[in-house]
């Protein structure tokens, strides 16, 4: 009788114990499921958060693309360029377009149309306000004094006034003074020590 009652308390406890750990195991499973989901959860709002940033990382490229697009488009003009006629008694002007607004760019569509030699250059432009009045101060190369002094009067006058009056549409200004490797402008014919209005 007594081994009977012992074996059915130790029936117990290992019943007990047993529905214990399964227990336990049921709990820990339904704990390591939650985990799981928390981390699913988790993973799921991180991808999300790392595709917003993607999507904003996209436009933010994207719209910069695009203002790159727009400020390349904005930058290329049109501007008045002045050449003699034909006979040399007048300037005439056409409107040419060029990528920006540079002195160096100025220079490339005079030389294009044989108002300028291909040597020439620009050392510098500066715009500056003198007397109150918008000014240009633009210095070229050796270059450009030596083929004004190759030319006859006529030449030099439409020369200069060519360079004179397109550097001034271009810039909006209305005195201009032209050096050469800093130094004063001088011909044969003429001097030019200060600034000119525009050539007639």
Do not use: W
């Not at 529905?19 to 390591?32: E, L, M, Q, V, Y």
């Not at 008694?89 to 040419?96: D, G, I, M, P, R």
């Not at 240009?136 to 190759?150: I, K, P, Q, R």
């Not at 130094?183 to 525009?198: D, F, I, K, Q, S």
């Amino acid at each position: 009788m007594k081994k009977r009652i012992v074996v059915l308390l130790l029936t117990g406890v290992l019943l007990s114990v047993s529905a214990c750990s399964n227990s336990a195991g049921i709990n820990a499973s339904k704990s390591d499921g939650q985990k799981m989901e928390q981390q699913e959860e988790e993973s799921k709002v991180d991808r999300e958060d790392n595709k917003e940033h993607q999507d904003q990382a996209d436009q933010e490229e994207s719209d910069k693309k695009f203002e790159d697009t727009v400020s390349n488009e904005d930058k290329s003009v049109e501007i008045q360029l002045y050449v003699s006629n034909d006979d040399a008694t007048a300037f005439v002007s056409e409107s040419v377009k060029i990528d920006e607004l540079t002195p160096e760019n100025i220079v490339k569509v005079l030389i294009e149309k044989s108002v300028l030699p291909s040597d020439v250059q620009v050392l510098k432009c500066d715009k500056q306000t003198v007397d109150g009045v918008e000014s240009l101060d633009v210095d070229f190369n050796e270059a450009f004094g030596t083929y004004v002094c190759s030319m006859g009067t006529t030449g030099e006058y439409y020369t200069i006034g060519s360079v004179v009056n397109t550097f001034l549409d271009a810039y909006g200004c209305e005195k201009i003074k032209i050096t050469v490797e800093e130094n004063t402008l001088e011909t044969g014919h003429a001097e030019y020590p200060g600034y000119m209005n525009r050539f007639e």
